[in-house]
């Protein structure tokens, strides 16, 4: 019997268009998406969709990352991180609004963005679909799509009240056309601080680019003007199961391995979190 329809994946329905048409909306069909010229899409058993064509993105977020993600976030030790991401969101837009996270991982971003909008509905884009699993149940109100966020998004031209993007991949081409004149982009990054601690007793951690701040602004310029910036920096402190946690969830985790980790002895029971919030209006 084929799967009904997950009722945050209804909810926002009316948002999401065929990848291969590009303009046609879809409906759903038999526990998939169907466009009217017969392109079918699968809804996964987990609640999410997968509206993936062509050659398949792959992702590094496997499901070690994801369990480890999932583990370090549940500590809380993120949540100031979650708070002005929600913050930002809140102070931009009406309750009723829609919201895409785009990387959204397991939701968690997302899930509190959605709190703060009690009236919001959310969509998360993602590659990996152990994360998925995760964001299809991260909140009643946010669905979850299997999308590699470097192509044009499958979502209708100003579908977006907000769109979210935190410690992930931007495609500001499509950030800037799937958000409404009056939306707002958010922005979350690292500053070069972030973590330092940790990378500094374990060099082979990926570094932070101090050209960062530089290509953010080069990318974004043309498309966006940033309304607000916050900043969040805070010292937090880490069992060594949350410090493990923390480098497997990070693209770090490709290049050091838990082991390498035992073999550099103490690591800091306390680190330093900084990332830089911005809120960006539309050109």
């Not at 993120?78 to 991401?85: F, H, L, R, S, T």
């Amino acid at each position: 019997m084929p799967m009904s329809l997950p009722p945050a994946l209804d909810l926002s329905l009316d948002l999401l268009r065929c990848p291969t048409c590009r303009t046609r909306r879809l409906h759903p069909e038999h526990g998939a998406l169907r466009c009217p010229v017969g392109h079918t899409f699968d809804i996964a058993r987990h609640g999410y969709a997968s509206l993936l064509t062509g050659t398949r993105a792959t992702s590094g977020d496997d499901a070690a990352m994801v369990q480890a993600r999932g583990q370090f976030l549940s500590t809380g030790a993120y949540a100031p991180i979650c708070a002005a991401g929600a913050r930002l969101a809140a102070e931009a837009v009406s309750e009723q609004c829609t919201v895409v996270d785009v990387g959204c991982g397991t939701g968690y971003y997302l899930a509190g963005v959605l709190d703060q909008l009690p009236g919001a509905r959310g969509l998360g884009l993602d590659t990996s679909v152990r994360a998925l699993r995760s964001a299809a149940r991260a909140h009643d109100r946010a669905a979850a799509v299997a999308w590699d966020v470097f192509r044009p998004f499958p979502l209708a031209d100003g579908a977006a009240d907000v769109v979210l993007d935190v410690f992930a991949p931007r495609n500001p081409a499509e950030f800037h056309r799937v958000l409404r004149p009056t939306g707002r982009l958010i922005v979350v990054r690292p500053t070069g601080r972030h973590l330092a601690e940790l990378r500094g007793q374990v060099p082979a951690m990926v570094t932070i680019d101090p050209a960062k701040e530089q290509r953010l602004h080069r990318a974004l310029n043309p498309l966006f003007e940033a309304a607000v910036t916050e900043q969040v920096e805070y010292s937090v402190s880490l069992t060594r199961l949350d410090v493990l946690d923390l480098v497997a969830m990070t693209p770090s985790a490709r290049h050091v391995s838990r082991a390498d980790l035992n073999d550099c002895g103490v690591l800091p029971d306390q680190v330093t979190v900084s990332v830089l919030a911005t809120a960006y209006q539309p050109r």
